[in-house]
T-cell receptor
């Protein structure tokens, strides 16, 4: 979706290095989410944000942190990447809760070697 | 979020209607039913959602039973491009994705 841009699209990094993934939206949506997708597990929620500087943990938040200093940007940081964090990461936005659908980005494929 | 049950896979002939079932017997009163699909490794795509009433848009129709314990997503004229994993989710804010139904549309 043109309104959501994830960067980088692909990244290979070494174990123990910090990594930041960026989600940028032009939809002015208040709600933003980070998911990871792995074979056999489907999509799992990492962190989410209900507004600027308002974030909370999801199902699989250990090893991850997030920041939202502007409405349009939601950053996901792996402080010290591990091989178990090799995954495809999807960002999603939502205009409101309840009667709104999610819009997903195209994903970032992260490989930790 | 309430849990949903979907068949792991379904087949459909091109041009025919695809009816994808979903059970959500523990749905709460304020929870919506959402349907998404994911084609290969792309990001999930929103299809439709509803609370109590049946809904229709340009992609599909959503039929929700009166007791809200189950629903059916209908793709009226399936095409090869509709081959994807379809997720039925119930929730209000954060959404929990299950394993979905792999729909294979064949010529």
């Amino acid at each position: 979706d043109a309104g959501i841009t994830q960067s980088p699209r692909h990244k290979v990094t070494e174990t123990g290095t910090p990594v930041t993934l960026r989600c940028h939206q032009t939809e002015n949506h208040r709600y933003m989410y980070w998911y990871r997708q792995d074979p056999g597990h489907g999509l799992r929620l990492i962190h989410y944000s209900y507004g600027v500087k308002d974030t909370d943990k999801g199902e699989v938040s250990d090893g991850y942190s997030v920041s939202r200093s502007k409405t349009e940007d939601f950053l996901l940081t792996l402080e010290s990447a591990t091989s178990s964090q090799t995954s495809v990461y999807f960002c999603a936005t939502q205009g409101g809760i309840g009667n709104y659908g999610y819009t997903f980005g195209s994903g970032t494929r992260l490989t930790v070697v | 979020d309430a849990k949903t049950t979907q068949p792991p896979s379904m087949d459909c002939a091109e041009g025919r209607a695809a009816n994808l079932p979903c059970n959500h017997s523990t749905i709460s009163g304020n929870e919506y039913v959402y349907w998404y699909r994911q084609i290969h490794s792309q990001g999930p795509q929103y299809i439709i959602h509803g609370l109590k009433n049946n809904e229709t848009n340009e992609m599909a129709s959503l039929i929700i039973t009166e007791d809200r314990k189950s629903s059916t997503l209908i793709l009226p004229h399936a095409t090869l491009r509709d081959t994807a994993v379809y997720y039925c989710i119930v929730g209000y804010s954060t959404l929990t994705f299950g394993k979905g139904t792999m729909l294979l549309v064949s010529p």
